[in-house]
């Protein structure tokens, strides 16, 4: 009777166990697109690498383009000067549709909502749907890999915002 009970408590210890684990991924994932949105909106283009590993990729197949990240920050210098110099206000926020992690690579799907308003213009907002390939490397998540793969709609924006 008691190991039969003993047995049952170590079962559904084991079961419970992965939620914490499970809960912190999620929690320092959630900090590293946190960190990513303010770079974007603060125009912090080494902030922004900082949430990369140095060999990171980018690739954008909805423009049919592939570098590193490094390079895709430099094609973009101005842009983040911009930002960074008050000419222009950015911001990305980030909604997931599938998020595989462990504790040390991660798979995250979702969309993201890129928002740009260039002085004495209106905000051009454009939906676009992403993967992102990630490491954990001496306790800190980076990025491996950006894959824009296509544009999303509203539509899938909204329905995004009641996944996961």
């Known amino acids: 009777m008691i190991r039969r009970a003993s047995l049952r408590l170590l079962?559904?210890?084991?079961?419970?166990?992965?939620?914490?684990?499970?809960a912190q991924v999620t929690a320092e994932l959630d900090a590293l697109w946190a960190r990513v949105a303010q770079s974007v909106a603060t125009g912090d283009p080494d902030l922004y690498l900082s949430t990369y590993h140095p060999?990171?990729?980018f690739v954008s197949a909805?423009?049919?383009?592939t570098r590193t990240v490094a390079e895709d920050v430099?094609?973009?210098?101005a842009t983040w000067n911009d930002t960074r110099e008050g000419r222009a206000h950015r911001s990305v926020e980030f909604r997931f549709t599938e998020r595989l992690h462990g504790q040390?690579?991660?798979?995250?799907v979702g969309?993201?909502?890129?928002?740009?308003t260039e002085a004495g213009a209106s905000?051009?907002?454009v939906l676009i749907h992403f993967e992102a390939a990630l490491v954990k490397k001496n306790g800190v998540s980076?990025?491996?890999l950006e894959l824009q793969t296509s544009d999303a709609t509203e539509a899938e924006w909204e329905a995004a915002a009641r996944t996961r």
């Not at 079962?11 to 499970?22: G, K, R, V």
């Not at 909805?62 to 383009?65: E, F, P, T």
């Open 11 to 22: 079962l559904t210890l084991l079961a419970l166990a992965p939620l914490p684990a499970h």
């Open 55 to 57: 060999d990171a990729i």
């Open 62 to 65: 909805r423009r049919g383009v």
């Open 74 to 77: 430099e094609a973009n210098r």
């Open 104 to 108: 040390t690579s991660a798979h995250e």
């Open 111 to 116: 969309i993201f909502r890129y928002a740009s």
């Open 123 to 125: 905000e051009r907002v």
């Open 142 to 144: 980076l990025q491996l």
